[in-house]
């Protein structure tokens, strides 16, 4: 059926991202349609076969029994068995959850997850103004206007980055970013995406079209390679689904959900081909205080480290103090213009970010409330979260503060912990996570505060200072009351994750 109807599909659209799209629409009509007659059809099957069953087992009471009413019998044993696990893998897809072994395969056990899912997810309403709002219309509404805002244009008026990068690309890696793609690269980007994530907009998983790639897979291809000719999507191909996961047990208000993006196979391919390019030059142009998403570096190294050089102030009997930063809607915070100026300034060349720029300026998004989207809305900052690329822009951003902490350092603004004559620690990043570490003094706390400010300022990541901690190693605890105070953040004690 997906073949027959694929290949008698005629369009003549010169476009071939917007051809695959057409052609995906009409494929998805006829699938429902052919869906909702297999089930028509399953359900009077299923009656027909338990009632030759019931037939044949009230001839075996009788004494009735003979080689063939058996082997009839366990005929119609496994086309039972064949129903119901056809059935069981549409409970597991939904329920998101994988079984080892087959006697797992529970439907009633599915059908409580999925429910319960349901509605631990399920927005009843939300609190506007004081004001609690249950009508479906108006709740929608809210989610629409919040997000449409979260994501708006920035200001007009911004800092800019005023010195050069020391890590910079080589004209060998960016003739490599830069190459032309091979249909290879498309496949392998298809299979490196999860089989049973939950699809975007196109409603279309890359189990589909793993199994289907012999019929589909050159459209596929087509449409990926016109992104890569003309740098940018056309309009509804780069389209998502936000969904929301509540960051607490008794969400309330629009700020207590986290948001996901759920994208299209085509744009999640083509940001998966060039997150693969980038991950394989990265690593020589970031740090060693991240440790996060990057080929051959662990997360854990950041905080063995930070285990360890407290353990060594303790020993020393060296006063420090350990301040663990949160930045406020870190990936949806992020200024594009910066971005490419950060990029500019790792020698990215203008092919590479004319691709970046094309992901992003097309981005549309609509809310999914309870399995109902909102209107569409036009991305103008942010990363998505669920996006490939999303990680490796985020690190790039980071080293940029990275950077210019370390300019901030030698100007003596802030002041690291010393160990021995040549070491010296004084931040240490975990994507969006970042943890400072210096000499206890108000003005090196100060000094960190106002750095951090600035780059708010150049890259939209603010500081959510009612989310930060501050450790006093050493130090009186009515000292580090009075400093967190001070500067309007929290306090925390070892242990602390």
């Not at 298809?190 to 998983?205: L, Y």
């Not at 009997?317 to 200024?335: E, G, L, N, P, T």
């Not at 590479?352 to 992003?360: D, H, N, P, V, Y």
């Amino acid at each position: 059926m997906v073949s027959e109807t694929w290949n008698n599909i005629d369009l003549d659209d010169n476009n071939k991202m917007v051809r695959f799209k057409k052609k995906l629409q009409i494929l998805k009509k006829e699938i429902r349609s052919w869906v909702n007659d297999c089930k028509k059809n399953q359900s009077g099957r299923l009656v027909d076969l338990r009632s030759k069953l019931c037939h044949i087992d009230k001839v075996i009471d009788q004494g009735g029994v003979n080689d063939d009413i058996l082997l009839t019998r366990l005929d119609l044993l496994k086309k039972l068995h064949d129903i119901k696990s056809s059935d069981a893998r549409d409970y597991m897809q939904k329920a998101k959850i994988q079984w080892a072994i087959e006697g797992d395969e529970n439907s009633n056990f599915f059908h409580g997850i999925i429910n319960r899912k349901r509605a631990n997810l399920a927005i009843k309403g939300v609190m506007v103004d004081g004001e609690w709002v249950d009508d479906p219309c108006r709740v929608k509404e809210e989610f629409c206007l919040h997000f449409a805002n979260r994501f708006r244009t920035p200001a007009a008026n911004r800092c800019k980055l005023n010195y050069t990068f020391p890590n910079r690309l080589s004209s060998d890696q960016l003739d490599m970013l830069e190459s032309p793609i091979s249909r290879d690269e498309v496949r392998n980007a298809v299979w490196g995406c999860g089989e049973n994530k939950s699809p975007g907009p196109d409603g279309f998983t890359f189990e589909f079209f793993r199994k289907f790639w012999d019929t589909l897979g050159s459209d596929f291809c087509a449409a990926v390679e016109w992104f890569f000719d003309h740098s940018s999507f056309s309009r509804g191909c780069n389209s998502s689904f936000i969904a929301l996961i509540p960051k607490n047990h008794d969400p309330k208000f629009v700020n207590d959900y986290r948001p996901i993006s759920l994208i299209g196979s085509l744009y999640k391919v083509v940001t998966k081909i060039l997150a693969t390019r980038l991950s394989s030059i990265i690593s020589g142009l970031i740090s060693d205080v991240q440790t996060a998403f990057l080929p051959n570096r662990q997360i854990l190294d950041g905080p063995f480290i930070i285990n360890e050089l407290l353990s060594w102030c303790k020993h020393k009997k060296q006063q420090a103090m350990v301040f663990k930063v949160d930045f406020a809607k870190a990936y949806d915070s992020i200024r594009w213009d910066f971005l490419e100026d950060v990029l500019r300034a790792f020698g990215f060349g203008s092919k590479w970010c004319s691709w970046i720029r094309g992901c992003l300026h097309s981005g549309m998004a609509s809310v999914l409330l309870n399995g109902s989207p909102t209107s569409e809305f036009q991305f103008h900052c942010g990363l998505k979260q669920g996006d490939p690329l999303a990680p490796y822009l985020f690190i790039l951003i980071m080293e940029s503060l990275h950077l210019s902490l370390s300019r901030a350092i030698e100007a003596g603004i802030f002041k690291g912990i010393k160990i021995g004559s040549s070491l010296n620690i004084s931040h240490l990043f975990y994507a969006d996570d970042a943890v400072f570490i210096g000499e206890w003094s108000i003005a090196n706390l100060s000094g960190i505060t106002h750095i951090l400010h600035y780059f708010s300022l150049l890259s939209g990541l603010s500081i959510n200072l009612k989310k930060s901690h501050l450790l006093g190693v050493g130090i009186r605890s009515e000292d580090v009351n009075a400093a967190a105070l001070y500067f309007d953040c929290s306090t925390m004690k070892t242990p602390f994750k």
